[in-house]
């Protein structure tokens, strides 16, 4: 008898189940690691093995053959450090352990990919899973549930179906998390609208230097119909990097380079001594971000003052933002990485387009130096951990052209409203990428600025003062609304005569 196929929707159930292990115990913002590591294990442990034994009938059984052809593989996996030996252990009074050593294991004999990759996990931690017994029980279910779970590629109906899995883990675990959520996941129609607004081409270097889980960096990726690209990332969080190192990994990227640091304070991407150059720059980075530069303090006091001196990339030399909204740290640091001709889209709270001070200063340079393509306004409550709207500004490097485009997404009926969230659907993708493709003013949806009408608000970019979405009221027939009344007063005077009469009828 075959064995049961499964589809994208039964996998991404049963791994949602899993999670009633720890649910109610710990916070999903700390669960999803123990989660989305063990979806790993599990995926790579069937994996091999299905592969080793189609190499077995294929050598007729030889299984010296079987191994050293299985060597060549993406990577190796040891009989101790598979998925089935976890379970056959899952009753050991220290499975917490074994399951540390397996991933170790894991690590040490793939290293080229996945060294590291498992630093900030610990199945036999105290702190987080409990005493030895809450913690074996715990571990124990956790096992026996993804033991239910057949992961070998010819048991799954679709393509993907293993990253697309992580992907929808990571987005519910973010929609749990609130706005936590929103540091390590930018919602999928956001990342596919940025995506193809940059339009990444065959041999782009594409990066995103807060890459969170990575799921904005594959979305871009995707857009590769050849796949020959080169994806580069950074993440501040640890544990953040691992889940992307992962993400990538499980979407067959191998050779993505994520790294793991404060990009403003230490990027780690540098070529010949500077910043790397990227054809394609895509970022969701932390809205106003406050104590940006902390990374540049060293041993100086509480008053210490950011400088541009201070970087030795020199990316603040157009303005210091202030010292607690980090945005336009991440714009001057991602523009300083765009290679000639490259695009950059970035997603960005709208106090960016107008506030004043150094902000409006460096506004004024980016402006000036014609680096600005476009403006656009998304609805409200797209994001995880924030109600308010946001933009996303489109960068060109070596552009043909000296105006800007507006265009307002944010109204009502571009998205689709939902009870906690609200969410771009394809035809409201669709319509913001031909709009921009189009690069026309379109009636109280975009608007082409020219330089002079920019300089003239003083290099403001609040869209209001460019698309004018005002919905002008009918006017009001006040003769056809004193007729209605007049009218209304008649049958009044009716209604109120017939009461009488049966009023008198009554005898009341």
Same mark, same amino acid.
């Given at each position: 008898?075959?064995?049961?196929?499964?589809?994208?929707?039964?996998?991404?159930?049963?791994?949602?189940?899993?999670?009633?292990? +720890?649910?109610?115990?710990?916070?999903?913002?700390?669960?999803?690691?123990?989660?989305?590591?063990?979806?790993?294990?599990?995926?790579?442990?069937?994996?091999?093995?299905?592969?080793?034994?189609?190499?077995?009938?294929?050598?007729?059984?030889?299984?010296?053959?079987?191994?050293? $052809?299985?060597?060549?593989?993406?990577?190796?996996?040891?009989?101790?450090?598979? +998925? #089935?030996?976890?379970? $056959?252990?899952?009753?050991?009074?220290?499975?917490?352990?074994?399951?540390?050593?397996?991933?170790?294991?894991?690590?040490? @004999?793939?290293?080229?990919?996945?060294?590291?990759?498992?630093?900030?996990?610990?199945?036999?931690?105290?702190?987080? *899973?409990?005493?030895?017994?809450?913690?074996?029980?715990?571990?124990?279910?956790? *096992?026996?549930?993804?033991?239910? *779970?057949?992961?070998?590629?010819?048991?799954?109906?679709?393509?993907?179906?293993?990253?697309?899995?992580?992907?929808?883990?990571?987005?519910?675990?973010?929609?749990? %998390?609130?706005?936590?959520?929103?540091?390590?996941? @930018?919602?999928?129609?956001?990342?596919?609208?940025?995506?193809?607004?940059?339009?990444?081409?065959?041999?782009?270097?594409?990066? #995103?230097?807060?890459?969170?889980?990575? =799921?904005?960096?594959?979305?871009?990726?995707?857009?590769?119909?050849?796949?020959?690209?080169?994806?580069?990332?950074?993440?501040?969080?640890? $544990?953040?990097?691992?889940?992307?190192?992962?993400?990538?990994?499980?979407?067959?990227?191998?050779? %993505?380079?994520?790294?793991?640091?404060?990009?403003?304070?230490?990027?780690?991407?540098?070529?010949?001594?500077?910043?790397?150059?990227?054809?394609?720059?895509?970022?969701?980075?932390?809205?106003?971000?406050?104590?940006?530069? =902390?990374?540049?303090?060293?041993?100086?006091?509480?008053? +210490?003052?950011?400088?541009?001196?201070?970087?030795?990339?020199?990316?603040?030399?157009?303005?210091?933002?202030?010292?607690?909204?980090?945005?336009?740290?991440?714009?001057?640091?991602?523009?300083?990485?765009?290679?000639?001709?490259?695009?950059?889209?970035?997603?960005?709270?709208?106090?960016?387009?107008?506030?004043?001070?150094?902000?409006?200063?460096?506004?004024?340079?980016?402006?000036?130096?014609?680096?600005?393509?476009?403006?656009?306004?998304?609805?409200?409550?797209? +994001?995880?951990?924030?109600?308010?709207? %946001?933009?996303?500004?489109?960068?060109?490097?070596?552009?043909?052209?000296?105006?800007?485009?507006?265009?307002?997404?944010?109204?009502?009926?571009?998205?689709?409203?939902?009870?906690?969230?609200?969410?771009?659907?394809?035809?409201?993708?669709? $319509?913001?990428?031909?709009?921009?493709?189009?690069?026309? @003013?379109?009636?109280?949806?975009?608007?082409?600025?020219?330089?002079?009408?920019?300089?003239?608000?003083?290099?403001?970019?609040?869209?209001?003062?460019?698309?004018?979405?005002?919905?002008?009221?009918?006017?009001?027939?006040?003769?056809?609304?004193?007729?209605?009344?007049?009218?209304?007063?008649?049958?009044?005077?009716?209604?109120?005569?017939?009461?009488?009469?049966?009023?008198?009828?009554?005898?009341?």
């Amino acid at each position: 008898m075959q064995s049961k196929q499964w589809t994208q929707k039964e996998v991404n159930e049963t791994l949602w189940r899993a999670c009633d292990t +720890f649910r109610g115990k710990i916070d999903s913002s700390i669960y999803k690691d123990y989660i989305l590591v063990m979806l790993f294990m599990k995926y790579i442990s069937d994996v091999y093995k299905e592969h080793y034994t189609e190499l077995l009938e294929k050598y007729d059984g030889d299984k010296e053959m079987a191994d050293r $052809q299985i060597k060549l593989d993406r990577f190796t996996l040891n009989d101790a450090s598979s +998925f #089935d030996d976890l379970y $056959q252990n899952r009753n050991a009074s220290n499975i917490g352990e074994i399951i540390n050593k397996a991933l170790a294991d894991v690590e040490e @004999t793939n290293k080229t990919k996945l060294r590291g990759v498992f630093k900030n996990i610990d199945y036999n931690s105290e702190s987080i *899973l409990g005493n030895t017994k809450e913690r074996n029980t715990m571990l124990k279910d956790l *096992l026996e549930d993804f033991s239910k *779970l057949d992961l070998r590629p010819s048991r799954l109906l679709g393509e993907d179906v293993i990253g697309n899995a992580y992907e929808y883990l990571i987005s519910n675990f973010a929609s749990d %998390a609130g706005k936590k959520g929103g540091e390590f996941f @930018t919602p999928s129609e956001v990342s596919e609208l940025l995506s193809r607004l940059v339009k990444p081409e065959e041999n782009d270097r594409i990066y #995103d230097p807060t890459c969170g889980s990575g =799921s904005l960096l594959i979305k871009a990726f995707d857009k590769v119909h050849s796949k020959k690209a080169q994806i580069y990332g950074q993440e501040r969080n640890g $544990q953040t990097q691992s889940l992307a190192r992962m993400n990538m990994f499980l979407h067959s990227i191998d050779d %993505a380079k994520i790294a793991w640091g404060d990009t403003i304070a230490n990027p780690l991407h540098i070529e010949n001594g500077k910043l790397m150059k990227f054809q394609v720059v895509v970022a969701n980075p932390p809205f106003s971000l406050d104590k940006w530069a =902390s990374g540049f303090s060293g041993e100086s006091n509480g008053d +210490f003052k950011m400088e541009s001196s201070l970087d030795p990339y020199k990316r603040f030399d157009w303005g210091v933002p202030p010292k607690s909204k980090g945005d336009y740290a991440f714009v001057q640091h991602m523009l300083h990485s765009l290679a000639e001709g490259g695009r950059m889209g970035v997603v960005l709270p709208h106090g960016v387009l107008f506030r004043g001070a150094s902000e409006g200063k460096i506004r004024k340079e980016i402006i000036d130096l014609n680096l600005l393509d476009a403006v656009i306004g998304l609805p409200a409550n797209l +994001f995880f951990g924030t109600s308010i709207p %946001a933009t996303i500004l489109i960068f060109k490097q070596n552009r043909n052209r000296d105006n800007i485009l507006f265009i307002d997404a944010s109204q009502d009926d571009m998205y689709e409203k939902g009870k906690n969230q609200n969410k771009l659907r394809e035809e409201d993708i669709k $319509q913001i990428v031909d709009a921009y493709e189009k690069y026309e @003013t379109e009636d109280k949806f975009s608007y082409v600025a020219t330089k002079k009408e920019i300089k003239e608000n003083e290099y403001n970019l609040n869209i209001p003062r460019y698309v004018d979405t005002f919905e002008e009221e009918e006017l009001v027939d006040l003769k056809e609304v004193q007729e209605n009344i007049e009218s209304i007063k008649a049958e009044l005077e009716e209604v109120e005569t017939e009461m009488k009469k049966y009023l008198e009828e009554l005898g009341v």
